[in-house]
C-alpha cells in the first residue's frame, strides 16, 4: 500500500528533490508561508522541522499542515527530545488524519546544544523505536496494546551519516532503521562524494531510498561554526577553504556552486536516489539550484 | 557510592540565618568518602558560619556539630535524639536519604540540606567521580559490554550511538566519550557485536513508579526482593 504522494514518487524511477525549512521563533508565519509557496512545486517534498538544533519554535506539525494546505507535499521531522510515548502517537494521529503521511523519524539533538538548556530531555524513544512505534500503530494498535479505532499509515523515514568518522557503528544503526521499516532515508550533509558512494556500496544491498543531503553552506564561518556546533556535521577543511577564499559578500554564491556540483555530480554518476537541499536560512536561493541542475545531464 | 556537592555558603547562610540554634550533622559514609559532609567538612562549615555570622547583623546563632556513621539508618539517627533535644533546626550534610531520614524521624524539627546530593559515581581519580548508574532498575549491562548507555548516553538512547557523535565523543559535550561508541569497540573486542544489532524496546517505566521501594529478603525481613511501588 502507499501511503503519501513522496512515496508513490519513490517507487518511480524519477531523481528526486526534497529541501526542508525552518518554522520561525514565533507566531508570525508570514515568511514560512512564502516559502512554502515559492518551493512547493519545485521540490518532491518538503520537511519541516522540529524544534531542530533543540531550539524552541513554532512546531514541525503546524508547519507540515500549513504545507498541505498549500498544496505542498510534507514530511513531518519528528524528534524523540521532547515528547514522550503518549505525546508522539497523539501526534502521529493528528497528523495522518489531516494528511501528513511522510514522517522522518529522529533521536532529536542534546537540549544542551539548544535556548532551552535547562529543560528535561524526554527521549521515551530513540529514532529505532519511533520507527517500530509507527509500525505497531500501523498494525492497528498502541504501544499500551490497546486496539484503535482508525487505522494510521506512514512513509517512513530515517536519517544516516555516511561521512561518520566511525561509520562502522552508524552502519548498525542503519540496519536497524531499516528493519524497523523506514523505507527512504536524508543523509546528513554530503561534501565528499567519495564517502556517499562507499556508503552507497553498502546501502545498495537494501530494498530501501537514499537521498544525499546537501548544506548550502554561506561562508567559512558558517561552516566553522557547524563543525564546533551542529551535531554530526563534518565540514571538511577543503570545502572551508574554497569559500574562504572567495571576495567578502560572496560566499553563499559559492556555497550554491558547490552545492549544485555536488547535486550534479551525485544525479549524473546515479549514486542515489536524490538529494535532500537543507539551506538552512537562506530557502530562497533553493529554486535558483533546482533550476542550475535540471539541464539534462547525459543519462 | 553517592557523590554530592556542598551548598555555597551563602545559600547555607540563608536557610539557616532564621534559627537561633542550629546542629551541623555529618555523615560518616558516602559524604565522608566523598570529602562533602564527613567530621572534617562538618567542622570546617562549623567555622565558616560562625565567621558569616559574626559579620552579619545577627550574632545570636549557636552552633553545634555531630557526625554519626550513617544518615540513612534508624539505629544511628536514633543517636542524634538527645542532641537534638535543644535545638532549633539541623544542617544536615548528608545525602538526600540522609536528610529525609532524620526529617522523618523527628518530626518536628526543621531539616536544612547543606549539600546538592549530585549522583551515584564511580571514583576515577582523585575528587573524580563519573555517573555511570543511575538505579534504572533494568540491568542490562550485559548486553552492552558493562557500559551503560542508560546512565553514560546524554540521551540513554538503547539502539547505538545517534548521529551527534564526533571523535568519539558525545554531542552534549565534546569532553565527554561518547558510551555508544565505547560499547561498540568493546563489544567488538570480546567478539559479541551480534548484541548491538539487536532491537532494545522502548524501556520499561513502570519499573521505576516513583518513589521505588525495595523489600528485600533478608535476615528478619520478609520482602521478595522486588523492587515496587
Not at chain 2, 111 to 136: D, F, K, R, Y
Request: proline share 4%; with cysteine; glycine share 10%.
Amino acid at each position: 500500500m502507499v501511503n503519501s504522494l513522496f512515496e508513490e514518487k519513490l517507487n518511480s524511477s524519477e531523481f528526486l528533490i526534497t529541501t526542508e525549512i525552518g518554522p520561525p521563533k514565533g507566531a508570525d508565519i508570514s515568511e514560512m508561508l512564502y516559502l512554502i509557496d515559492l518551493l512547493k512545486d519545485k521540490v518532491d517534498a518538503i520537511n519541516v522541522t522540529d524544534n531542530q538544533s533543540s531550539v524552541m519554535r513554532y512546531p514541525s506539525l503546524g508547519g507540515c499542515l500549513l504545507v498541505k494546505e498549500h498544496g505542498g507535499e510534507p514530511i513531518l521531522q519528528m524528534t524523540c527530545r521532547d515528547r514522550n510515548r503518549l505525546a508522539l502517537q497523539a501526534d502521529l494521529l493528528f497528523a495522518y488524519s489531516r494528511g501528513i503521511t511522510n514522517v522522518l523519524c529522529l533521536t532529536g539533538d542534546s537540549i544542551g546544544v539548544g535556548d532551552h538548556k535547562e529543560a528535561k530531555p524526554v527521549f521515551d524513544a530513540d529514532s529505532v523505536q519511533l520507527l517500530k512505534m509507527i509500525h505497531t500503530l500501523e498494525s492497528g494498535k498502541d504501544m499500551g496494546g490497546n486496539d484503535l479505532k482508525g487505522i494510521p499509515g506512514f512513509c517512513k523515514g530515517a536519517t544516516v551519516n555516511p561521512e561518520a568518522d566511525v561509520i562502522a557503528p552508524q552502519l548498525i544503526k542503519f540496519d536497524k532503521k531499516v528493519e524497523a521499516g523506514a523505507c527512504f532515508f536524508q543523509t546528513q550533509g554530503i561534501f565528499d562524494v567519495a564517502a556517499l558512494r562507499r556508503f552507497m556500496q553498502y546501502a545498495t544491498r537494501f530494498k530501501v531510498h537514499i537521498l544525499a543531503g546537501i548544506i548550502v553552506l554561506s561562508s567559512a564561518r558558517m561552516a566553522k561554526f557547524m563543525n564546533e556546533n551542529i551535531p554530526g556535521i563534518i565540514v571538511p577543511q577543503n570545502i572551508i577553504d574554497e569559500l574562504a577564499n572567495v571576495e567578502k559578500g560572496k560566499g553563499l554564491k559559492k556555497g550554491i556552486e558547490i552545492a549544485i556540483r555536488t547535486i550534479k555530480a551525485i544525479r549524473e554518476e546515479k549514486i542515489c536516489r536524490g538529494v535532500h537541499i537543507m539551506a538552512i536560512g537562506n530557502e530562497r536561493v533553493v529554486p535558483e539550484i533546482i533550476e542550475a541542475i535540471k539541464v539534462p545531464s547525459p543519462l | 557510592m553517592i557523590v554530592a556537592n556542598q551548598k555555597p555558603l551563602n545559600e547555607i547562610w540563608g536557610m539557616v540565618a532564621p534559627y537561633r540554634r542550629v546542629l551541623i550533622v555529618g555523615c560518616g559514609t558516602c559524604m565522608t568518602v566523598c570529602g562533602t559532609g564527613g567530621e572534617r567538612e562538618v567542622a570546617f562549615l562549623h567555622h565558616a558560619l560562625r565567621l558569616i555570622e559574626s559579620k552579619s547583623d545577627q550574632s545570636n546563632h549557636i552552633f553545634s556539630e555531630y557526625t554519626i556513621k550513617r544518615q540513612c539508618e534508624p539505629e544511628f539517627i536514633e543517636m542524634l535524639a538527645e542532641k537534638i533535644q535543644d535545638k532549633d533546626a539541623v544542617l544536615s550534610l548528608g545525602c538526600g536519604i540522609g536528610i529525609q531520614a532524620i526529617a522523618e524521624r523527628f518530626d518536628t524539627l526543621p531539616v536544612l540540606p547543606g549539600v546538592n546530593t549530585s549522583i551515584i559515581g564511580m571514583s576515577t581519580m582523585q575528587g573524580v567521580w563519573l555517573e555511570h548508574c543511575v538505579a534504572c532498575g533494568e540491568c542490562r549491562l550485559d548486553e552492552t559490554a558493562g557500559i551503560c548507555p542508560v546512565a553514560r548516553c546524554a540521551k540513554g538512547i538503547l539502539n547505538g550511538p545517534c548521529g551527534g557523535t564526533k571523535n568519539g565523543k558525545c554531542e552534549s559535550n565534546r569532553d565527554m566519550d561518547c558510551a555508544w561508541i565505547l560499547i561498540y569497540k568493546r563489544l567488538e573486542k570480546l567478539g559479541q557485536l551480534d548484541k548491538m544489532r539487536r532491537y532494545y524496546p522502548m524501556r520499561n517505566f513502570q519499573v521505576i513508579p516513583r518513589p521505588r521501594r525495595l523489600i528485600k529478603l533478608v535476615a528478619g525481613g520478609n520482602g521478595d526482593g522486588q523492587l515496587s511501588l
